[in-house]
DNA sequence: GTACTTTTTGTAGAGGTTACAATTACCTAT
DNA sequence: ATAGGTAATTGTAACCTCTACAAAAAGTAC
């Protein structure tokens, strides 16, 4: 062990100043949920390059930002909603992925519900729109392989962590949180066990209220307390929906 | 929708070269299993700062190589292995998590058989060492919560991907494989019901031959069969262990 | 052969999942 | 008030899986 291996590029054969002129971006998939439909924000770019184009919207990270607080940031500047973390999936660095120079980009994502949201565009984007996540037009950058991977990384990470609390109001039905992982998740789950299953997690609190103005039997409300959550799951308990 | 945001801080009002003056870096965890032990490879830092202190193996990514290729490249320059490519967990951004610049970190790991390694200290270590995982020292920079981030992925994958198949040889026992799963995730399986679960495994081929030299009962080998993983999982099967 | 060790097979019971049916509660129209 | 429509809620039998534990098998060493 500790043998000096013989030979070895040698890093500072390349001027130290050479790795300081590359940059680092976050982009951000906000995903949008809505009365059975999963959608995305995408922003039409304004600037070169690939001006027109569709692309998820994202920024350069400034020198003195901490790297989740430019995901934030961006979430920010696009909807106004302060107290959302977005979550990291994965970073991207080809040598060619940006045309402009050397970027490396770290891919965050958020699950909103979609009507709270009057999303504005920013300095850079011309236009910004809601697109269903079954009809994604051609993306700028490798965007398409950023958007994919975030989706399948929300999806699994869905059954086991609450993302899905922003989602639905703060007392909801548990038809509408099954409709919410059927959208999600593209399957179906028999209305029955679904409810029993999810009734037995202790998090999910049964209201004594119900529905209202409903023309057939009212719902009951529930709510999810993350108190209880947090110590489910301390005590050694996995969830999964 | 679209409407433009009143005020917004100009991203130009900073010159776009700061931008350029961060680098990124790569950080590896190599992780080494023999004998129901599971280790990881650490250097000791040769160079300021942090010079004499424990780290993990990493660099600096050079400017016209892949993020990926740069993980092969250090686990390359510290162990020879040419066929290995190691995962990537998270990215690391902080502002002050460098001292002597802005550096974003991108944290990597694999998992090999440690007695197939002989680790050779770079340029840029003093000296290169397995440490139990139950007894890590202090590490330079930020590398500790990296460590555990890794530990807490690879713990997990190991559950649904093959990462396992470099650890033990071409063909191996089911005890083997049960203590290599024993050892990484900390808990004991009924060795009946391991082996019933993991024998019915249609990607674990039951070989013709059995072990030889062993004062007791020889175990049937297997092997894991590459090709049929992917037909398995393609057919819409989750492997867990 | 006998003792020893570990592999390999078997099994009963507990517990969970699945598909499907029956019942309940509220609204609306008559 | 009563009947009809709709979806919530409860119930259940069949099935499957997991768990703990035990018994049998197949080598080596003596």
């Known amino acids: 062990m500790a043998k000096k291996k013989p030979e070895k590029k040698d890093l500072y054969s390349i001027p130290i100043d050479d790795f300081f002129k590359s940059a680092f971006s976050v982009d951000c998939v906000i995903f949008g949920y809505h009365d059975k439909e999963l959608k995305v924000l995408l ?71 979609l009507q709270e949201i009057s999303p504005m565009a920013s300095s850079w984007a011309k236009d910004i729109k809601w697109h269903s996540v079954k009809r994604i037009p051609k993306l700028a950058f490798d965007h398409k392989e950023i958007l994919t991977e975030c989706l399948n990384a929300m999806r699994s990470l869905i059954k086991h962590e609450p993302i899905w609390t922003r989602v639905l109001s703060k007392k909801f039905t548990l038809t509408e949180l099954q409709e919410l992982f059927e959208t999600v998740l593209m399957k179906k789950y028999d209305k029955g066990n679904f409810r029993k299953k999810v009734s037995a997690m202790k998090f999910l609190k049964r209201l004594q209220e119900s529905q209202v103005n409903v023309r057939h039997r009212p719902s009951t409300l529930y709510k999810f307390d993350h108190k209880t959550f947090v110590q489910y799951r301390e005590s050694g308990n996995v969830v999964e929906f």
Chains 1, 2 share one sequence.
């Open 43 to 113: 922003i039409q770019r304004g600037a070169s390059p690939f001006e027109g184009d569709w692309a998820l919207p994202g920024d350069l990270v400034y020198p003195h930002e901490d790297l989740d607080s430019a995901a934030d940031r961006v979430l920010m500047d696009l909807t106004q909603l302060e107290d959302i973390s977005m979550r990291q999936v994965k970073s991207f660095g080809k040598v060619k992925r940006h045309p402009l120079g050397r970027v490396i980009t770290v891919a965050y994502f958020a699950l909103l519900e």
